[in-house]
């Protein structure tokens, strides 16, 4: 399998950006690291090697970013508007360094966003916020409503809200989301959401669900038996989902 290593400085994030490429062709995958993950979680969870023969066929190829999310919502010595604030500019960075390195190397017309946990929430966001970049969307055991309290799982703004906050959460902005174009773009794209009934966030991903019924934006929500917020069952998810 081919593995190719990217360091380069972003001037979006103001810091070197690291990212792992594995495969040769196929559709593009930009996958979402969890909260404590780095551009290698993947790697170490063995989903990449759960997607072994996609990748080395040609049907896929992973692009593993990060992140940092230890710097940004979960950094509690900053105010929470700037959290929201990084992890705006870690869009920038993919939308215009990421993306277009994607595109340089290779041109498939099918980009897929992936993540897990807390990476479902940013593959989510991304996608939702802009539909046209994206054919397909695979998120497992997301969590799409960060203000709330979920179990252990406090509120990541401490009370705090704004507009960025809000446009970049699609529980709070989809129900508002009236333009045609935006939602026809929505319906056509290929939405996959899993969870486990344990699960901390079953009923976050029942909102959702029920949110994309309401606009008319079809997707197929996926229950697993038990707790699934593991790495064990993503490598399963991985390899029947993407």
């Known amino acids: ?19 792992l490429i594995f495969g ?18 993947y790697e170490t ?3 990449v090697e759960s997607l072994a023969d996609k990748i080395e066929a040609g049907h896929l190829q992973l692009y593993c ?15 929470p508007a700037d ?10 960075y993919i939308l215009h360094e990421v993306m277009p390195l994607m595109a340089q190397t290779n041109a498939h017309d099918c980009t897929i966003a ?3 946990s807390l990476g479902a929430f940013q593959a989510a966001s991304i996608t939702f916020r802009h ?4 054919r397909k969307l695979v998120a497992f055991s997301g969590r799409y409503d960060l203000t709330t ?23 709070h902005f989809l129900p508002g989301l009236s333009d045609p174009g935006q939602l026809d773009m929505l319906r056509q794209i290929d939405i996959v959401l899993t969870v486990g009934d344990a699960d901390p966030f079953l009923d976050n991903n029942l909102h959702l669900s029920r949110l994309l019924d309401a606009k008319g934006i079809s997707h197929r929500l996926h229950i697993w038996d038990g707790r699934a917020h593991r790495a064990r069952a993503w490598r399963k998810m991985a390899a029947l989902y993407i």
């Open 131 to 134: 539909p046209h970049l994206f």
């Open 65 to 79: 970013i990060e992140g940092l999310a230890q710097h940004s919502f979960y950094n509690r010595t900053i105010h």
């Open 45 to 47: 969870l063995r989903v």
């Open 149 to 171: 309290n979920v179990e252990c799982f406090g509120d990541l703004f401490d009370g705090f809200y704004n507009d960025d906050i809000f446009y970049h959460t699609p529980p």
């Open 24 to 41: 040769h062709a196929g559709a593009k995958v930009l996958m979402f690291p969890t909260r404590d993950g780095r551009f290698w979680e």
């Open 114 to 116: 992936m993540g897990c």
């Open 1 to 19: 399998m081919k593995r190719d290593y990217r360091r380069w400085y972003s001037p979006r994030l103001h810091r070197d950006m690291e990212l």
């Open 83 to 92: 959290r929201i604030g990084l992890h705006g500019a870690l869009e920038d």
